[in-house]
């Protein structure tokens, strides 16, 4: 996976948009040819424990949505 493909999907899920799994894909799914993506991938999967939801319907809170959009900006000046 890429940086580019990384970006895609932050930005997907940020924006609702994408598929049913992508999000599920992405967070269970290892980038073994890439360690610093994986530890961002890694990041993304544990959200929900580093930024708790105010709800059950919530993935996280807005601190963490505000990480994921940083996250994207720090992503896109690498390409």
């Known amino acids: ?3 580019s493909e990384v ?3 932050i930005e997907a ?3 609702g948009k994408g598929g049913p799994w992508d999000w599920g894909n992405f967070l269970s799914t290892e980038i073994e040819d890439d360690p610093a993506l994986d530890k ?3 990041m993304c999967r544990d959200l929900p424990d580093t930024f708790p ?3 059950a319907v919530a993935y996280c809170n807005p601190d963490g949505l505000a990480f994921l959009e940083k996250l994207v900006v720090e992503l896109k ?3």
Do not use: N
């Open 1 to 3: 996976m890429k940086s």
């Open 7 to 9: 970006v895609a999907v």
């Open 13 to 15: 899920f940020l924006k």
């Open 40 to 42: 961002i991938r890694q």
């Open 53 to 55: 939801p105010g709800d």
């Open 77 to 79: 000046k690498r390409q």
